[in-house]
T-cell receptor
Framework: GAVVSQHPSRVICKSGTSVKIECRSL??????MFWYRQFPKQSLMLMAT?????????EQGVEKDKFLINHASLTLSTLTVTSAHPEDSSFYIC????????????FGPGTRLTVT | AQKVTQAQTEISVVEKEDVTLDCVYE???????LFWYKQPPSGELVFLIR??????QNEISGRYSWNFQKSTSSFNFTITASQVVDSAVYFC??????????????FGTGTRLKVLA
């Protein structure tokens, strides 16, 4: 149980274009999902907390207009990187918290974004 | 402020050796959760264990064991008889309760474990 999927797993896009990453909880409902960014050989950096039906809460320093998050249902959250630049190239990971349990988060497999 | 410190950046051991990964945390909360995750080269984080602040019992799961000591704010992870498949980055995390009632993680910087055949 508690499986989280992400799509796509890998994407290459050109500078200036937008990319959407989907995060789905497959076998449970997730009122809260999280989006992280991870640079090579570094830890996970929380970008935003996404609650179903409401606006995402962004961490300090994360541009909300650049990283658009939508959590339209209890099983789907999306992250759209708008007007991507090479410095946005990174590994993006989503997670979902299983409501009612001990607050552990289950992570998706990640999406590797390369902006050329 | 909440903080998680994993002082060991990288550890190399020979297969079958035991290895302990250290995790030290700081929090002002009286109720909190601690976690360990494994990130193999594929990138997906794998949940290993959750421990709440009221449960100081040590736990063993196969070759894995965890030692939680509130007195030293530590939550160390030991792999017994390590195997090459244990090679990964291991993250310790502390949950922080937000005002909205939800929780977010504070991650340590991770320890890269290399198990050599």
């Amino acid at each position: 149980g508690a499986v989280v999927s992400q799509h796509p797993s890998r994407v290459i896009c050109k500078s200036g274009t937008s990319v959407k990453i989907e995060c789905r909880s497959l076998d449970f409902q997730a009122t809260t999902m999280f989006w992280y960014r991870q640079f090579p050989k570094q830890s996970l950096m929380l970008m935003a907390t996404s609650n179903e039906g409401s606006k995402a809460t962004y961490e300090q320093g994360v541009e909300k207009d650049k990283f658009l998050i939508n959590h339209a249902s209890l099983t789907l959250s999306t992250l759209t990187v708008t007007s991507a630049h090479p410095e946005d190239s990174s590994f993006y990971i989503c997670s979902a918290r299983v409501t009612g349990l001990g607050n552990e988060q289950y992570f998706g497999p990640g999406t590797r974004l390369t902006v050329t | 402020a909440q903080k998680v410190t994993q002082a060991q950046t990288e550890i190399s051991v020979v297969e079958k050796e035991d290895v302990t990964l250290d995790c030290v945390y700081e929090t002002r909360d009286t109720t909190y959760y601690l976690f360990w995750y494994k990130q193999p080269p594929s990138g997906e984080l794998v949940f290993l264990i959750r421990r709440n602040s009221f449960d100081e019992q040590n736990e063993i799961s196969g070759r894995y064991s965890w030692n939680f000591q509130k007195s030293t704010s530590s939550f160390n992870f030991t792999i017994t008889a390590s195997q090459v498949v244990d090679s990964a980055v291991y993250f310790c995390a502390l949950s922080e309760r937000l005002g909205s009632g939800t929780y977010k993680y504070i991650f340590g910087t991770g320890t890269r474990l290399k198990v050599l055949a």
